[in-house]
């Protein structure tokens, strides 16, 4: 399947949401193009010389406003993961890239020994409540949506977070947050 590609320093994974301020030419285009096909679009990591990392996310646009300084606002919801194939740049700078849907990771039922995970996740979105509304069909009971927001969330470099989200399984994203979060 043929996307237009938006890569930017953020890192959004199925079942998150985020908001975006669109102001160049080539992103109001992006936009437009997403609404009248109903594809959605790939948001990309940003690689080394600013390049889309090749695991991506095919998101939709959820809702959209004028933003108070006069700009376009968007509201975004990830739907599945994807490979980016091949890419090209095409005359305005818009990144266009052939996309391959990938295996979503499996829900996995929070057990005992990753509880902590989980609570302090919710902990985190209740101090802070622009991630609960953006997050708004929450489920701290299964550990892999656990994992993919906390990957959303942590500061750490987007290559190791795209190390983690080209797995088959949130196995090493849940590894890395273990080191991670601290135990009581």
């Known amino acids: 399947m043929q996307l237009a590609l938006f890569p930017l320093p953020i890192c959004l994974l199925p079942g998150g949401f985020t908001k975006l301020r669109i102001f160049e030419p080539r992103y109001k285009r992006l936009v437009?193009?997403?609404?009248?096909?109903?594809?959605?679009?790939?948001?990309?990591?940003?690689?080394?010389?600013?390049?889309?990392?090749?695991?991506?996310?095919?998101?939709?646009?959820?809702?959209?406003?004028?933003?108070?300084?006069?700009?376009?606002?968007?509201?975004?919801?990830?739907?599945?993961?994807?490979?980016?194939?091949?890419?090209?740049?095409?005359?305005?700078?818009l990144k266009r890239g052939e996309?391959?849907?990938?295996?979503?990771?499996?829900?996995?039922?929070?057990n005992n020994d990753h509880l902590l995970?989980?609570?302090?996740?919710?902990?985190?979105?209740?101090?802070?409540?622009?991630?609960?509304?953006?997050?708004?069909?929450?489920d701290f009971n299964d550990l892999t949506w656990v994992c993919q927001r906390w990957l959303e969330l942590l500061p750490i470099a987007l290559v190791h977070k795209q190390q983690c989200y080209r797995q088959d399984s949130p196995d090493m994203a849940l590894a890395l947050l273990e080191q991670i979060i601290e135990k009581d």
């Open 99 to 110: 996309a391959r849907i990938l295996r979503p990771w499996e829900p996995c039922e929070v």
């Open 32 to 93: 437009s193009e997403s609404l009248s096909s109903g594809m959605g679009f790939g948001l990309c990591m940003l690689g080394e010389n600013n390049e889309p990392m090749p695991i991506a996310t095919r998101v939709e646009i959820i809702d959209f406003e004028t933003l108070d300084d006069g700009l376009l606002g968007i509201s975004i919801a990830g739907i599945e993961r994807i490979e980016i194939v091949s890419w090209h740049s095409e005359s305005d700078g």
């Open 117 to 138: 995970l989980s609570q302090r996740l919710e902990e985190v979105m209740h101090a802070f409540p622009e991630h609960q509304n953006l997050n708004q069909a929450t």
